[in-house]
């Protein structure tokens, strides 16, 4: 084969040349029975040209990669082919690689890299079936089915349900170069997990924000076994006050199953009848990964669910049997409606993420622009921090702008006083926001992404026109470089405790979405979130006559009831009442206003079947309305 060539194959086999008898009749297998492209460097490479380039010009034309591993697996060139492999997947997730123990192999042969990987094992010898149907599975990128073996099929309606596609879900950004560094950095979490995750369908990775949760979880995407789909993914944070039924909608939609968003078409709240249908679904399918990021977003201060039909979902998925892995990422652990805890405590599987390495948080530093900062300098700006990504983070943009000296002055005075690593990043923070801080505090009211159109809406006359521009260069401001920006959970938090004009600036954010266009016709819950997001920054501004009339002048509850999304309405009714329901002074100018909200109330906890409660709202809206 001349390296110019562009065929594509499916599958190139890296393999040791002591194993090159049994590879090649892995090969024929693969072509003869299952008619696929393979490249084999017997088949291809021509004598007298240059063979590596031949090798790594296959790699990077084949769809996937089958490591052969054996006695001889990490010798010379073939450990190379690997790294170039694991190169490649990196930059192309769609590319597998797919480990394959040969006869010989034994388990301290494999590599870290591929013990995160579902191994296809051959030891067995050549003629396992079994291993011979998962290792075409992996080429494909298909799912085997349970039990199957050489040339079944799938016939049932059962076993097509178990083999049919998702539809991926919008990962966050993972830029190569960070991607490259979590991989590596984290490999010690990253074996512990997927090793944790052969044997537990719940993984729940804890730690103080700013720690690298997420982040975490996108590396464990990028490690999965080769058979697993790319996974669910749900952001809390990026979902203020998701009910039951917006969970099951996205994941209706990624698992193609119109059945578990049936209660949209039947206009009602989402219910356990409909959390069984999902756990029937993941029961008919092998190898889903579920994750839910920023868990803690969605609890409040007693760390109950604000939902409970999310509490009954979790409480469902912990306690039946299926075949999906949930991973769940949060700064604490929910307490459930039963008493019970999400993951069992006795057995201490909470995994708690701690700050980076010593010496992988001064590769951090080095690797993001200090590598002119003498190494025992750099040591001690990890150490100060134990290590902490986004405190590391916020330290190189201050050590530009400073200089080292100045910074490991104040981290010793930070030490001195024993100050926690969470107040140490809090103290940096405001170091480095600078003259930017106060857009940083007004940004800090926004629950989503934003366009810039709503930033500049928190301008104010002192901000700079570089403002934006300089809180991206200092690692303040994220963005997806395609018109959106949020900031970072913990320096949001850290922005909004410092924002003293929080009800004028709540009142900013209310007009901002008011003056956002709706559509036409409006046909779901989605097409008022504008409105829903004026309303909420309203009751923050404490004008809760305006939080109601939006709420009233636009229909939005006829529209809502309508679509069964009763949970929706008790959470804008709720904001509009004070601490004690029915004893406190209304917050509404209007008594009448207060009965209204009342019975509103009592309208959508009947249509829960939440009755006794129902009837409470109910008996107190009808004594404000006698007082007419």
Known sequence: MSIESEEIYDVFLSHSHS??????????????????????????????EPWQQGMACGLNHAKSCVVCISEQASMGWFKEEIERALNRQTADTSFRVIPVLLPSAKDFNVGDFLGLRTWVDFRKGIDDAEAFHRLVSGIKGVAPLRGSQG?????????????????????????????????????????QHITYLQNHHILFISGMGGIGKTTLALALVETRPANVPLPFWFDF????????????????????????AQFKEEGREAGQNDINRLIDELRKRDFLWVIFDNLETDLNENMNFHDPGID??????????????IIITSRTLPVLADGGSLIDILEDKKHKLGGL?????????????????????????????????????????????????????????????????????????????????????????????????????????????????????????????????WLHPLVREFAYNDLENKKDVHKIAMQYYISIPLSEKPSSKEDFQPLLEAHYHACRAEDYNKALNIIMDNNIHEDLDRWGNSRTLIDLYLDLLPKDH????????????????????????SNLGQVEKAIEYYQKALVIGKRR
Not at 153 to 169: G, L, V
Request: net charge negative; with cysteine; aromatic share 8%.
């Open 582 to 605: 029915f004893n406190d002074t209304s917050l509404l100018d209007n008594p009448q206003s207060q009965g209204v909200v009342l019975g509103n109330l009592g309208l959508a906890y």
């Open 312 to 325: 009954s979902l979790f409480t469902s998925l912990r306690d039946s049997s299926h075949q999906a892995k």
């Open 237 to 260: 944070a990026k979902r203020p006050s998701a009910t039951l039924g917006d969970v099951l909608e996205q994941l209706a939609g990624y698992m193609n199953a119109p059945l578990i």
């Open 357 to 485: 390495k010593a010496y992988f948080a001064v590769d951090y530093l080095v690797k993001n622009g200090l590598d002119k900062v003498e190494q025992s300098q750099l040591e001690e700006l990890a150490s100060s921090v134990d290590g902490h990504p986004l405190a590391l983070k916020l330290l190189i943009g201050l050590v530009k702008k400073f200089g080292v000296k100045v910074i490991i002055k104040d981290l010793t005075m930070f030490k001195r006083h024993k100050e926690s690593t969470i107040k140490i990043a809090r103290r940096l923070f405001d170091k480095l926001a600078g003259d930017e801080k106060e857009l940083l505090e007004r940004m800090s009211v926004f629950r989503q992404s934003e366009p810039i159109e709503a930033i500049e809406n928190m301008f104010t006359a002192t901000t700079s026109v570089d403002a934006i521009e300089n809180l991206i260069d200092k690692s303040l401001l994220e963005t997806d470089h395609d018109g959106s920006y």
């Open 151 to 191: 040339e079944a099929t799938p016939e049932s309606p059962y076993d097509q349900i178990r083999t049919c596609k998702t539809t991926p879900s919008t990962l966050p950004g993972y830029p190569t170069r960070l991607r490259e560094f979590v991989t590596e950095n984290r490999a010690d979490e990253l074996t």
């Open 19 to 48: 194993d090159a008898e049994f590879v090649e009749e892995l090969a024929k297998q693969l072509e003869d029975r299952k008619k696929l492209n393979v490249w084999l460097d017997k088949w291809i490479l021509v004598p007298g």
